[in-house]
């Protein structure tokens, strides 16, 4: 699998595309704004982009998501228990000052567990609410997809709308089982991996984890 991380938006929000090197398959997580910085990627790297996942839909993690979707036809996937976040992003923008683009209807809810397989790639979803009540991480090929649940040092706010601070501990937890050396690509900010995040990061030292 190959990976790049582009930043996009006017709060920097990593959009992470991934692909399978042999099939030219892969996906496309979090394109938050800057289509056409997307586009160029895909375009020079000649992929076939099968599912858009949105890692939730606060709205500088889905502004990309319209032009995409009408220039991949790719798979829009969503869990279930983020719709509301998603059909409320464009009002929850202009609160922000930003214009979004109408949303079109996710075509995949998911679910805790699900797979998304794409060419020779596959990643597992792990629901993990907390920072919004439909965040999930993408896990494989030995790397996780955090959105704005794990950052470097930090965790995602989880002071917004629909947030849970008790849940986003949980979901910590959760995210812990996965191997140390497994690299971790967050929402926002520098990548890192799991064992110097339940090492360093303050949040999972509140967890005591062993
Ligand atoms: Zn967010
Ligand atoms: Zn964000």
Not at 12 to 20: F, K, L, P, S, T
Not at 29 to 52: C, F, V, Y
Not at 79 to 105: F, S, T
Request: with cysteine.
């Amino acid at each position: 699998m190959i990976y790049k991380i582009l930043e996009v938006g006017p709060l920097g929000a990593n959009c992470i595309i991934a692909w399978d090197e042999g099939t030219k398959k892969g996906i496309v997580a979090d394109p938050g704004d800057e289509p056409d910085r997307i586009r160029e990627l895909i375009k020079t790297e000649q992929l076939q982009i099968s599912h858009i996942v949105c890692t939730h839909a606060h709205f500088d993690h889905i502004g990309a998501v319209s032009d995409l979707k009408a220039e991949t036809g790719a798979v829009i996937a969503v869990h279930e228990a983020e719709m509301e976040i998603y059909d409320g992003a464009r009002d929850q923008a202009a609160l922000w000052g930003y214009e979004l683009a109408d949303l079109p209807k996710p075509d995949l809810l998911l679910k805790d567990g699900d797979n998304i397989t794409s060419g020779g790639i596959t990643f597992k979803i792990i629901h993990t609410p907390g920072h919004s009540p439909g965040g999930i991480c993408l896990y494989g090929q030995g790397i996780v997809i955090t959105g704005d649940t794990l950052f470097a040092g930090s965790i995602g706010r989880a002071d917004f709308y629909g947030g849970d601070s008790a849940l986003i501990m949980e979901s910590l937890r959760k995210l812990a089982a996965l191997p140390g050396s497994t690299v971790v690509l967050p929402g926002h900010g520098p990548a890192t991996n799991m064992a110097r995040e339940i090492k360093t990061n303050v949040f999972y030292q509140e967890l005591r984890l062993k």
